[in-house]
T-cell receptor, first 115, second 115 residues
């Protein structure tokens, strides 16, 4: 399967724990985007990364949230000291970059539940 | 900042009939993409149709077509011969043409198909 791969699909954490969500982009894609979807709401942009660089983090909460896309390996969205309000579906998307038709290709999402 | 507005939180249609979902957007740019994505209960984001702003011709994909009115900043989706499998959340989205920019989503419209 050459699609965007996210894991875990489901993650349960207690308040105060850390959550790590992983995303492997489609083969040949060097741009990764993270979105958050609260129940019954649309997708909200969080952060856009290229390899080893954060390009746009305007949607990322200033505290507890961080993202990386290392030279080797998947992109990781990290949430420290989770709270109940962090419960949501987190989607990763990838694209090859400019001039490729414009669409983003989405993974199946990671659903985080904070108890 | 670019914004996307979907004014219909919910829509329903009888199977085999036609339904139109509305979307408006706000931008000062002239070159951009517009998309409709579908999110079925599986939560996977699926691209339905894409429109480049520089193209005057409305995009079509089988039973799906758009009415793109650039001056009015309107981008509606028409689904003909509705099928039960069309039931889903539908999201309108905008993306700048230049650079690998983020997708900006509307709030979504929940479409129900009545048998």
């Amino acid at each position: 399967n050459a699609g965007v791969m996210q894991n875990p699909r489901h993650l349960v954490r207690r308040r105060g724990q850390e959550a790590r969500l992983r995303c492997s982009p489609m083969k040949g894609h060097s741009h990764v985007y993270w979105y958050r979807q609260l129940p019954e709401e649309g997708l909200k942009f969080m952060v856009y990364l290229q390899k080893e660089n954060i390009i746009d983090e305007s949607g990322m909460p200033k505290e507890r949230f961080s993202a990386e896309f290392p030279k080797e390996g998947p992109s990781i969205l990290r949430i420290q000291q989770v709270v109940r309000g962090d419960s949501a579906a987190y989607f990763c998307a990838s694209s090859p970059g400019q001039g490729a038709g414009g669409e983003l290709f989405f993974g199946e999402g990671s659903r985080l539940t904070v108890l | 900042a670019q914004t996307v507005t979907q004014s219909q939180p919910e829509m329903s249609v009888q199977e085999a009939e036609t339904v139109t979902l509305s979307c408006t957007y706000d931008t000062s740019e002239s070159d951009y993409y517009l998309f409709w994505y579908k999110q079925p209960p599986s939560r996977q984001m699926i691209l339905v149709i894409r429109q480049e702003a520089y193209k005057q011709q409305n995009a079509t994909e089988n039973r799906f077509s758009v009415n793109f009115q650039k001056a009015a900043k309107s981008f509606s989706l028409k689904i003909s011969d509705s099928q039960l499998g069309d039931a889903a959340m539908y999201f309108c989205a905008y993306r700048l043409y230049q650079g690998a920019q983020k997708l900006v989503f509307g709030q979504g419209t929940r479409l129900t198909i009545n048998p």
